[in-house]
């Protein structure tokens, strides 16, 4: 066989690699869900940002993890902080661990060795540390500044192939910090590495936003786009985007087992309930009832053992409770036992993949069987891409239903009183199973409430529009409302209370309801009057 015959003989096939690789976990819980169980062992990843973008917190968070594991660690820097500012920097975050310095936390200046024997004399260096040290994990801060002492392109990109060659050969993970090439910019370097993890932040508006996005990820599936990132005392906190986190949630039904309220005639309305798992909005503007009518929901599985949440951004838990009890509805024993869990948010600043993942840390560890979100703006305000809501609450509604929970949630219309109904948020009729509209009517110089069913998915239900009060003894629906007039079930001697559902409302001048109702009357709609 000639030479030009032997070079034509194809290569033997590659080794096979193996079915899974082992994981270094990051110990940053968000950061290890994107990255599906964490960094591969023995492989290099660069992480980019900005100066102030998080890097060294976060690779500092990740070496400490892994000490408190039995790993050992090298953090290597070339013309960055000086150690022991660095480590005085570092011991304000709850996870430094000052005893593991010089015992598992190996701190080396690499910069005199650069200056003097270029990325050469800097690649033994690393070398040796790695294996006198017996490392299992590497850092090196100032990536950026050995490419600056290469002579050429060429010869950085040779530096970071054997940076990879060390890090396979002893199983030793690297993390490579640097400031540059981050952006839509690629550099050279990044095909050369197994992964890329860039740190970002920016303004929106007057409020600082920190980001993780992963571009590349070798051997791995992991979660893509923009995952929210915050800086705490406790290090850094990585929250992954709802939608992308909950994307392979499967779509499941339950039958038609009915959810009632605590409310006889609306369950009537709805054919004995809402579907369990679904989710319904309740739409109207403020003061229509909103708020009473998503407690009644809550207080019927209350009553029936169920475990249920409130998340609100308005009231507080003990106003909410206290609302409750004036209207009928017990919550405060419920609350007192666990029964019912009351999460509050203040609508001031807070990332909404934060306040999800904490939503359903409540939601698994309390069973809970129903839930009311009072109400949907304040998601919407704290977007910093508004486009994503939609996604976000159909992922969400597609959980709580793959979790046997039943939602219903608020949405304040802009229009008080009459007019055309038009959603503030468009397309989001379309996420929600069901829809009830509570309106405001004012008829002989009378406010009347009124309740409708608009959407029902999957069954049949009463089409009627109703007249309903709030009483004492909770939410009462009458008769069908027309323009002569409609009938409530407000009997005589029974106190009526209208109470103001919407923070909106809350301590205006000129907005407070007083009840005119008297014993011994008609047993008519009140007449409301309004303080001026």
């Known amino acids: 066989m000639s030479g030009a015959q032997e070079e034509l003989q194809p290569d033997p096939p590659p080794t096979p690699a193996p079915q899974s690789q082992e994981r270094l976990t990051s110990g940053v819980k968000g950061l290890d869900e994107i990255l599906h169980g964490g960094f591969l062992k023995g492989d290099s990843y660069i992480v980019l940002g900005a100066p102030g973008s998080g890097k060294t917190i976060l690779s500092h968070q990740v070496a400490f993890n892994h000490i408190a594991n039995g790993g050992r660690v090298i953090f290597l820097t070339v013309l960055t902080e000086a150690h022991d500012r660095m480590i005085a920097h570092m011991r ?75 890090s396979e050969v002893n199983g030793c993970t690297m993390l490579l910090l640097t400031h540059r090439g981050n952006g839509a910019f690629l550099q050279a370097e990044h095909t050369m590495v197994d992964g890329l993890i860039e740190l970002t932040y920016d303004l929106a508006n007057v409020r600082s936003q920190r980001f993780i996005h992963i571009p590349k990820f070798r051997g791995s599936a992991y979660l893509e786009g923009l995952h929210s990132l915050l800086i705490t005392s406790d290090g850094v906190a990585v929250h992954p985007r709802l939608e992308a986190l909950l994307a392979e949630t499967s779509y499941s039904t339950h ?105 359903l840390e409540i939601l698994a560890a309390h069973k809970v069987q129903r839930v009311f979100i009072d109400a949907l703006g304040p998601f919407y305000n704290t977007l910093a891409n508004p486009e994503r809501l939609l996604r976000f609450w159909a992922a969400l509604g597609n959980e ?9 949630y608020s949405q304040e219309l802009n229009v008080i009183f009459g007019g055309a109904i038009e959603l503030p948020i468009q397309g989001l009729s379309a996420v929600a199973d ?29 089409q009627a529009v109703r007249v309903f009060t709030i009483s004492n003894k909770g939410i009462m629906i009458g008769k069908q409302f027309d323009d002569n007039g409609g009938s409530t079930l407000a009997s005589p001697g029974e106190e009526i209370i209208l109470l103001p559902d919407d923070s909106e409302t809350k301590d205006r001048p000129g907005q407070d309801v007083e009840p005119v109702f008297k014993p011994g009357g008609t047993g008519q709609a009140p007449k409301v009057k309004r303080k001026r």
């Not at 661990?97 to 004399?121: H, M, P, Q, R, T």
């Not at 009632?260 to 369990?276: A, C, R, V, W």
């Not at 004012?442 to 409708?452: A, D, K, Y």
Request: proline content about 3%; overall charge negative; some cysteine.
């Open 92 to 166: 304000s975050l709850s996870f430094f661990d000052f005893n593991a310095v010089n015992e598992s936390l190996f701190y080396i200046s690499g910069y005199s060795v650069l200056e003097n024997e270029g990325l050469k004399g800097l690649l033994g260096l690393i070398r040796d540390v790695i294996r006198q040290y017996k490392a299992t994990l590497f850092i090196l801060d100032g990536l950026a500044t050995v490419e600056d002492f290469a002579s050429s392109n060429l010869d950085f990109k040779s530096f970071i192939k054997s940076m990879d060659l060390y």
């Open 255 to 359: 039958g038609d087992i009915r959810v009632p309220f605590d409310i006889p005639q609306l369950n009537e309305m709805l054919g004995g309930g809402l579907i369990k798992g679904s989710s319904t909005m309740l739409l109207g503007p403020t003061g229509s009832g909103k708020t009473l009518t998503g407690l009644s929901f809550l207080a019927a599985g209350l009553e029936r053992g169920e475990a249920c949440l409130y998340f609100g951004f308005f009231e507080s838990p003990d106003a909410l409770v206290q609302k409750g009890e004036r209207t009928g509805l017990r919550l405060e024993k419920h609350r007192e036992s666990g029964l019912l869990k009351i999460l509050w948010q203040p609508p001031l600043e807070w990332d909404i993949d934060a306040l999800a993942g904490q939503f």
């Open 400 to 408: 709580l239903r793959a979790r046997n929970v039943t939602m219903i």
């Open 434 to 462: 069901n829809l009830i509209l509570l309106r405001l009517n004012e008829l002989h110089s009378e406010m009347r409430h009124l309740i409708s069913i608009i959407k029902l998915r999957d069954s049949g239900f009463d």
